[in-house]
């Protein structure tokens, strides 16, 4: 099972990035699996630190994927041995890792949880937080799938918006549209 989740790491220049990411919980342990290259991957290889930070705000996935709206509040913390959470994660774990397992596309990082922390309650599924989810991973290819297919599935997608949609959703989707109108505009030239 993979859980879409958010993952801060920091790099050597104490920068924390933010990055979508899916990843598995196998036996109270975390692997996840950044692709090759990533800041992620360089991040966590020079470190071993990470944070998942489970979250209900779709806003954070698509603003970084379309990118804009990269920069969210992280928590205020001085130990440098923990990455910081995103103020708005439902949970966060802080990780470190442990196996490195190397792939030449997408290598797998296990790694041992250090803190579980719940901030917030789990409020119940929601339809428009699927279809942004689904939506931002179309956006994360929209080099590398046919652009017809990605209209095709946002069409779908748009159901559960219309329907189900809260202010937070709607603001999502409209970042994934916009960026997928500009994407047409630049491909058109
Ligand atoms: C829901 C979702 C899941 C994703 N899962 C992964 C993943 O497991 N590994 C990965 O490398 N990128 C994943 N991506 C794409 C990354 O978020 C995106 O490419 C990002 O820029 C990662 O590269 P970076 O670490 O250099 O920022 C996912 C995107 C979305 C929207």
Known sequence: MIHEVIVTTVSEKNIVHIAPMGIQLIDDRVIISPFRPSQT??????????????????????????????????????????????????THYNVIA????????????VCDISK????????????AQFSVIEASVLVSRL???????????????????KKTAGPRESQAWKWIEDKIQEFQKENMK
């Open 116 to 127: 579980k922390v719940i901030h917030k309650p789990f409020m119940g599924f929601n339809r």
């Open 41 to 90: 991957l360089e991040n966590i290889t020079k470190n071993n630190l990470a944070t998942i930070n489970f979250i209900d705000d779709v806003r954070v996935f698509a603003g970084i994927v379309t990118k804009y709206k990269k920069d969210w509040e992280l928590e205020d913390i001085k130990d440098k041995s923990v990455v910081p959470r995103l103020t708005l994660a439902n």
């Open 98 to 109: 442990k196996e490195f397992k190397d792939d030449e596309k997408r290598p797998n990082i």
């Open 143 to 161: 080099r590398m799938l046919p652009i017809e297919k990605i209209l095709q599935e946002i069409e779908y997608l748009k159901i559960g918006i």
